[in-house]
């Protein structure tokens, strides 16, 4: 089965005023898959491939480990590096993570090294917006928004340019890829 033929069956209960307790089926499309809803699910999720698949920092052959995890940057949403205490607060449902594109790159199968853009990933499991302070990650960073998953459709035309100190909001429940071009 396709993906634009994927179809979702509702079970909704018959009306109380019918004398039958029997579940209907009612068949419909996924947003993707009708001829109006081509910014649905599908496209996201072909946006979402793209951008793994363009960036070899989303692809490593192995992930940091040991000495290299200490290496990964990880800040709460004020945009202050996480602490001990951060870690340990049970409340916390909100973090951000910085993969810097040249940090401990992988080599491609000629030995020419992969070095990728950096990115910086906002995730909010509050049930409620978010905003979180973009920090200070390198010098003249420039993020601009590539993945919003509370808002699928694609940033209009070319995205606004964020800096340190600047403000975004992760919508409920979201996580939103931000992108610092090399």
Excluded: Q
Aim: glycine share 6%; with cysteine; aromatic share 8%.
């Amino acid at each position: 089965m396709t993906a634009t033929a994927v179809t979702v069956i509702e079970t909704r209960w018959a009306a109380p005023s019918r004398a039958t307790t029997t579940p209907t089926a009612r068949t419909t499309r996924s947003p993707g898959s009708t001829g109006h809803g081509r910014t649905g699910l599908l496209d996201f999720t072909k946006r979402l491939i793209g951008l793994r698949r363009a960036h070899p920092v989303f692809c490593r052959n192995r992930f940091l480990a040991g000495a290299e995890e200490a290496e990964l940057r990880w800040f709460t949403p004020a945009g202050a590096e996480m602490t001990a205490a951060c870690w340990s607060n049970p409340n916390a449902l909100a973090i951000a993570l910085h993969l810097d594109g040249s940090d401990d790159p992988d080599r491609a199968a000629d030995g020419t090294w992969l070095l990728d853009d950096d990115f910086l990933v906002l995730v909010n499991a509050w049930w409620e917006p978010l905003e979180f302070v973009l920090p200070t990650t390198r010098p003249e960073a420039s993020w601009r928004v590539e993945i919003d998953t509370y808002d699928p459709a694609p940033p209009a035309g070319s995205a606004v340019a964020r800096c340190a100190g600047d403000r975004v909001t992760a919508g409920p429940r979201s996580v939103v890829v931000l992108r610092n071009p090399r």
